[in-house]
């Protein structure tokens, strides 16, 4: 005996804002170093192998870092350099965040190698020397069983170069992992230790891009959107209508976007936190979202 109705309402957002996201550690196969458009991608590497104390009393004639490129964006024919420095400050994979940077203690220069695009094209081994005297030092670490040594090193692009391109190398656990390579002569015989394991992330960090009536989202390097809606029209009478689905429309800039490469692009909404604190939200509550094809003209999400 009852009668219903059928509604459908559309509610355009009253406030959104694009905010930097302390995220976890660089995920996925590759890690990168390197800047474009304000990104700026630093790498971590830890060595896990433990150097034999027999090395203590051997003369270290050289210290070579070997990475096998697995990436490259926006590289460009202008030759890029990047630098490598000790880290003193210890660091897991598992926890640091873009904020750890802060916290990290990186030493003067180590060494460089200048590349050009051609040479870090994927597949290809880059190999950069390092002073031997950062070596003698992690051999000299007294041994504390509550305090292993820490080994580490940072890839960072050198200070001065802007828009050189970012390269990512292959990850630790791989068929090409990093390798750093100590050779080393005793009593006139010569020999060498290579390390190859160990974990490795990379920390990206950028400048949100925004562009007058624009939001930005962006994986990676972890730009987040924060979009506010207005619900009275319907939170009036919320006790008395059945919400049967909602569905929130993104309209893509084409022109001022770049499509990923190797997986779809996507969007994944979550129920936002408080203004306070804009980077948490509700997992409990989400949904993705999709471009309807990779070749698609038109701008909708």
């Known amino acids: 005996s009852e009668k219903f109705s059928a509604h459908d309402t559309s509610i355009i957002a009253i406030r959104d804002t694009t905010f930097k996201f302390a995220g976890p550690n660089g995920g996925g196969a590759n890690l990168l170093v390197g800047n474009y458009s304000s990104v700026d ?36 024919t202008t ?5 490598i420095r000790e880290v003193t400050t210890p660091w897991s994979a598992a926890t640091v965040t ?3 940077l802060a916290t990290l203690n990186f030493v003067p220069t180590l060494s ?12 290809k081994v880059v190999t950069a020397q390092i002073d031997s005297s950062i070596v003698r030092k992690w051999i000299n670490i007294t041994v504390v069983p509550t305090k292993p040594r820490f080994f580490s090193v940072a890839l960072v692009t050198k200070p001065g170069m802007t828009n050189t391109g970012i390269w990512g190398f292959s990850q630790f656990g791989t068929s090409t992992p990093p390798s750093l390579k100590i050779l080393y002569s005793k009593n006139g015989v010569r020999d060498s230790i290579d390390l190859n394991s160990g974990s490795g992330s990379f920390l990206a960090t ?7 009536g624009f939001i930005e989202t962006q994986a990676g390097i972890s730009i987040r959107s924060k979009i506010n809606f207005n619900l009275k029209p319907i939170s009036d009478s919320i006790n008395r209508a059945i919400v049967n689905n909602a569905t929130m429309e993104l309209t893509l800039n084409n022109a001022a976007s770049q499509l990923g490469a190797g997986t779809p692009d996507s969007v994944l909404a979550l129920i936002g936190g408080s203004d306070a604190r ?11 979202g999709y471009r309807k094809t990779a070749s698609q003209t038109t701008d909708t999400v």
């Open 278 to 288: 804009p980077d948490s939200a509700s997992t409990a509550y989400f949904a993705f």
């Open 206 to 212: 950028k400048i949100p891009f925004l562009p007058s």
């Open 79 to 83: 030759p890029a350099e990047f630098v």
């Open 112 to 123: 460089a190698s200048i590349t050009d695009k051609d040479s870090i094209s994927t597949g």
């Open 41 to 76: 991608a630093r790498t971590l590497l830890q060595f896990f192998t433990t150097i034999p104390d027999s090395l203590t009393t051997v003369h270290i004639d050289t210290v070579k870092l070997s990475l096998t490129v697995s990436y490259t964006w926006n590289m460009g």
């Open 98 to 100: 873009v904020d750890s």
